[in-house]
């Protein structure tokens, strides 16, 4: 059974940096991603890597955050700094089959999500 299971999240003032982790089981990917989704708002798309380690991010984001995973633990992490109230949502884990892509619709697999809180 394909499960991810997202962990890091929580509140910190502007700018300061959390770091997210997603461990996934049953399932070894070619793309693992975040998204996020804030209250009434769309999920969006914030960074994405591939199984070459190649990265990609959401212009809201770029130079802040950094994706990155492990292999062996079959782990992605987030690392956060700089962090803005803008980037207050739920931060879920994805995972799919394929090159990467920005769109939620594409990912077959979701974590439960995990809350990251931004105060000004």
């Known amino acids: 059974q394909v499960q991810l299971v997202e962990s890091g999240g929580g509140s910190v003032q502007a700018g300061g940096s959390l770091r997210l982790s997603c461990a996934a089981s049953?399932?070894?990917?070619?793309?693992m991603a975040w998204f996020r989704q804030a209250p009434g708002k769309e999920r969006e798309g914030v960074a994405a890597?591939?199984?070459?380690?190649?990265?990609g991010y959401a212009s809201s984001v770029k130079g802040r955050f950094t994706i990155s995973q492990d292999n062996a633990k079959n782990t992605q992490y987030l690392q956060m700094n700089s962090l803005k109230p803008e980037d207050t949502a739920l931060y879920y884990c994805?995972?799919?089959?394929?090159?990467?892509?920005?769109?939620?619709?594409?990912?077959?697999?979701w974590g439960q999500g995990t809350q990251v809180t931004v105060s000004s």
């Open positions: 994805a995972a799919k089959f394929g090159y990467c892509s920005s769109a939620s619709r594409d990912y077959n697999y």
């Open positions: 049953g399932y070894s990917s070619d793309c």
């Open positions: 890597i591939g199984s070459a380690d190649s990265t």
